[in-house]
């Protein structure tokens, strides 16, 4: 059986139904600038995104930390396809449930990063 | 000179311009559920309320700091009246750099309020 191109049921992680998704959850999700700009490059890629692909300031683990809390708060779906954990935005599910909310977050954090933002360069990040 | 219908300069509390704002302490002040319902009431009331008229389920102190950082991170602006401390929402300044949050938090907070909630009731409170 191929690894490329087939997802493996068996190491997908769990993930929130639609209907469980709460605010309290999204905006502790979206408070940290890390997590908020995961979903900024989710929502500007124009495809899934993995892992280690991600611009951002911090180190493999805290990133994996980060990814785990958006999955768990219902913001990105995560699967496998080969050896790659790849991420997806749940937009329209999320728009469904808070409309308009996500646009106007991740249209802010544009616009934020734009005027200088929050967050550190990753190049100049310390050992 | 009379108390009322006239603010009080000396006892205006400080307010950061609005082109200091950022979106950090907006998502900062706005994911504590009490600060939220703080917002949803304002935006709901057709008036500006004074701090001691708001249905929260915490003590007066912990009211008091729930202003302060509302108040710091530019979403509110406080002014008394006579010895009332009153409260306004910034929402047009807010929407103005960042179009369309105030209002997708909002609604999405009443939408979470109608479903249950995430605030205790202000009369269960333990003493």
Redesign the interface.
């Known amino acids: 059986m191929s690894y490329y191109g087939f997802m493996d049921a068996d190491r997908i992680p769990e993930h929130p139904d639609a209907q469980t998704i709460?605010?309290?959850q999204?905006?502790?999700a979206?408070?940290d600038?890390v997590r908020r700009s995961i979903v900024t490059q989710l929502c500007d890629a124009p495809i899934d995104i993995k892992c280690g692909a991600f611009d951002l300031p911090v180190s493999k683990s805290t990133a994996t930390h980060h990814f785990r809390i958006l999955r768990e708060a219902g913001l990105i779906r995560q699967y496998y396809l080969g050896t790659s954990r790849m991420n997806a935005l749940r937009s329209d599910e999320i728009d469904e449930?808070?409309?308009?909310?996500l646009?106007?977050?991740v249209?802010?954090?544009r616009?934020?990063a734009r005027k200088g933002g929050?967050l550190p360069k990753a190049a100049s990040a310390a050992g």
Do not use: C, K, N, Y
């Not at 449930?97 to 909310?101: A, E, T, Y």
């Open positions: 709460t605010l309290q999204v905006l502790e979206l408070v600038p449930i808070f409309p308009g909310l646009d106007a977050i249209s802010a954090d616009e934020s929050v």
